[in-house]
Each structure stands twice: as C-alpha cells, then as structure tokens.
C-alpha cells in the first residue's frame, strides 16, 4: 500500500478485555514502531521492530502490553487486561531503515477507548 | 528533564508573519532532528529533518539546529491560516533506536 495502514481505526472495550490492535507498514519498510498518543500530548515511544525482532521495547509500560511482527511485516499490538488508563490513540510508524538518518511515516492511528 | 522540551503554546501569529517554533533536547549523542505536523485528529506528518548544524530550507519552511546548545528550530514564512496546527519536534534518542517526541506546540495562524 501507499502508506502505513491500521485497523481498526476506532476500537472500544471493557475494562478487563483483551485487544489487537494492527498495523501495515509501507511496503520495504524494514523498522516499525508503536506509539502511544494522550490528549495534549506528544508521541510516546512503545516499541521498535527493525525486522522480525524487537529492537527496543522499553516503552512497554508493563506486561500487560506485548507486540509481535513475525513475519517482518505486519505487527500486532496486543493488550491484555485492559484498564481504562489504556484509552488514548496507538499509533504505528515504519521507516525504511531504522536508522537515525531514516524518518518515520505514521498511519492514521486507533483511538482505543476502555469504558 | 524531558529527553525533547517544547513551549506548548499556542503561539498566535498573524497570517503572512514569520512563526517561529523552538525545542531543546538533553541527549548530547542525538544526532538527528525531525519536524512533525499534527493537525487536530489526525496523525504526525513529516515536514522537514535535519542532521547538520546549520539551517535547510524547504519552501516555507526552514530548520536549525545548534547542536552545541542543543537547540532545533522551525521557522514558517508567509504564515497561511492552513499552517494551524500543533508542530512536534523529535530526536533520535538513547543510542539512536528511539524517535523521542516533544510535547508540540500549537500554531494559530489568525486572519
């Protein structure tokens, strides 16, 4: 595809649900990252896939949240248990490196609401 | 300290002005610099990186960075009411994995 594709693009749950949320990155892009997005709030970094594996999880906010790209493409982020402190919008990027000197292009995000 | 500050705003400037946009950063290694905008509901759209000291000019829009300060800029020229939007400054962070956002700056563009 043309850019970074995520579904679903609004999701809503229970407190205590499970959640998937995915991401299609741009096509030959080898790094892709998830973001989490609170109002009035910049980007915060969750984790980086360069390929298969992950790079740098240490956003992760605890062990609740787990993410996977086992085919070093498409990614899921998976949220166990959820609490309505997880409502905000998740965001996935990819790059076509993972390198400092290679921008990320984001998709256009899932607001996860937790009622 | 955050990794990226940013004056949050909002910075009102008049429809043809110069807006100018500022961001520090703490991680001394940071070695890239990016320029997002944000329009409300929608997600982060690249405008402009640099990596060298110095300023790069892209239409409108040009980017500094003083590495020795620790200091990235954006300056917009010839505002247009189009340009309302939040504008979040981000470096590579912690060794160059990690894209760190600031918190953005909201730009009102007034009639």
């Known amino acids: 595809g043309a850019g970074v594709s995520q579904t679903p693009s609004n999701k809503v749950t229970e407190k205590g649900k499970y959640v998937e949320l995915r991401c299609d990155p741009i096509?030959?892009?080898?790094?892709l990252y998830w973001y989490r997005q609170s109002l009035g709030q910049g980007p915060e970094f969750l984790i980086y896939?360069?390929?298969?594996?992950?790079?740098?999880d240490s956003g992760l906010p605890n062990d609740r949240f787990f993410a996977v790209r086992p085919e070093g493409s498409v990614s899921t982020l998976k949220i166990q248990r959820t609490e309505r402190g997880d409502s905000a919008v998740y965001l996935c990027?990819?790059?076509?490196?993972?390198?400092?000197?290679?921008?990320?292009?984001f998709g256009n995000g899932t607001r996860l609401t937790v009622t | 300290q955050k990794e990226v500050e940013q004056n949050s705003g909002p910075l009102s400037v008049p429809e043809g002005a110069i807006a100018s946009l500022n961001c520090t950063y703490s991680?001394?290694?940071?070695?890239?610099f990016f320029w997002y905008r944000q329009y409300s509901g929608k997600s982060p759209e690249l405008i402009m990186f640099?990596?060298?000291?110095g300023d790069k000019e892209d239409g409108r829009f040009t980017a500094q960075l003083n590495k020795a300060s620790q200091y990235v800029s954006l300056l917009i020229r010839d505002s247009q009411p189009s340009d309302s939007a939040t504008y979040l400054c981000?470096?590579?962070?912690?060794?160059?994995?990690?894209?760190?956002f600031g918190t953005g700056t909201q730009l009102k563009v007034e009639l």
């Open positions: 990027a990819s790059s076509q490196r993972g390198t400092s000197n290679s921008p990320l292009h």
């Open positions: 096509s030959g892009h080898t790094a």
């Open positions: 896939f360069q390929g298969t594996g992950a790079a740098d």
């Open positions: 991680d001394r290694g940071s070695q890239s």
């Open positions: 640099i990596y060298s000291n």
């Open positions: 981000a470096a590579f962070t912690g060794g160059g994995n990690k894209l760190t």
